[in-house]
């Protein structure tokens, strides 16, 4: 008797009418629980969704390209026909006085025991249906070595592509149907496509910047002091490395304590102000931007903060960031020092009010009432919506961070 239930989307957060890039089960695949499902795309981060019971698919209720949302229906899994193909397992395993029973043939889409090495060939390489099961960071590594992934055969469950099957040693590179890809020529132009992130970031930004009227605010902060604690922290305990970002979050999160409606979002003829101190930072990734996002940054502590950043931070390189770990900011940090720069303008992302934008320190000699002193000087540069921030508001803010930054005490008041 079947047993049939509808897999949803589950929470992603306040994101909707995320694109379905790549189905990642057929009808009749076997699923446990957590194995990936299907794999979302949006503009922050790539998701995939697991399974949340185990059983066989019976009907696929999306496509790729197709959008959807919390609640959106992806999949009916049959729970009675994985119980009963386990059953059956078992019993061959048993056997029975007399003629053992037969022992069933393994479903097509089971590991092999032992794998058989990857090869360009596309006959035993690419699906029935021309899919290519791999996540975005063997996506990524592939567009890096000129790796069609039409020409990989997967080890991985399911025949799912994993970054060992990207080996130089293992897999030329190739073209769909198996011959060595031509070198590029030398000169001329290079047409290079955006990643899905991007994609849908240029929209997003190219929408925001002419409904939002923004303004930067540009400060310096004394951070000689800050930098000497942040060295003491990380020579006094080696179970995580504290970083410049898990600072300023801590200190951002004081300052807005001191000024909500830099917190707020605009609605309508109101401001409202959101308590939730949750703040995203920028991580560069192969991908694109991706901005994680702390939560209640007010309410933890420095070796805290730090190792969340160092989790999130590599969760966004791999792309395996939650829904949850990309959603609900109030206020974004964005911070270009370990590149370098002087100072930029970081764009506003609606429905966020303000952007924190930072880039290298630099020594430099501040007078000190007496004589010129070398000082690690931190250059600030905060932008913000000017139908809810004015200027004076927004001087005050930038003077308040940087008194923070220059004695961390301040975040104990």
Known sequence: METLNEVLVPDIGDFTDVPV???????????????????????????????????????????????VSEGTPLLLLDAADAAD?????????????????????????????????????AAAAVPADGTVHAGPAVRQLARERGIDLHGVQGSGRKGRIVKSDLDDDKTPTATPNGEPTAPSAAG???????TRIQQLSAGHLAAAWPQVPQVTQHEDADITDLEAFRRQLN???????????ALLLKATAT?????????GRLDGDAVVVRHDLHLGFAADTPQGLVVPVVRNVDRKGIL??????????????????????????????????????????????PPQAAILGVVRSR???????????????????????????????????????AGVLGDLRRALL
């Open 21 to 67: 890039t790549e189905l990642l089960v057929a009808v009749g695949d076997r699923v446990e629980p957590e194995d990936p499902l299907v794999v979302l795309e949006s503009d922050k981060a790539t998701m995939e969704v697991p399974a949340p019971f185990g059983g066989v698919v019976a009907e696929l209720r999306v496509a790729v390209g197709d959008t």
């Open 85 to 121: 193909a386990g059953d059956a397992g078992a019993a061959a395993a048993a056997g029975a006085a007399g003629t053992p029973a037969a022992e069933p043939a393994p479903p097509v889409v089971a590991a092999a025991a032992e794998p058989a090495p990857p090869v360009v060939a």
């Open 188 to 194: 001329g132009d290079e047409r290079i496509p955006l």
């Open 235 to 245: 020579a006094e305990q080696s179970a995580v490395k504290v970083t410049m970002v």
């Open 255 to 263: 300052t807005l304590r001191a000024f909500p409606r830099f917190a």
């Open 304 to 349: 805290m903060l730090a190792t969340e950043v160092a989790e999130l931070s590599e969760k966004a390189r791999s792309g395996s960031l939650a829904p949850k770990e990309i959603s609900g900011a109030v206020f974004t940090i964005s911070s270009l020092g370990g590149i370098g720069g002087t100072g930029f303008t970081p764009i506003v992302n």
């Open 363 to 401: 020594t430099q000699p501040v007078w000190d009432g007496t004589t010129f002193v070398p000082r690690l000087v931190l250059p600030l540069s905060l932008t913000y919506d000017h139908r809810v921030i004015d200027g004076a508001d927004g001087a005050r803010f930038c003077v308040h961070l």
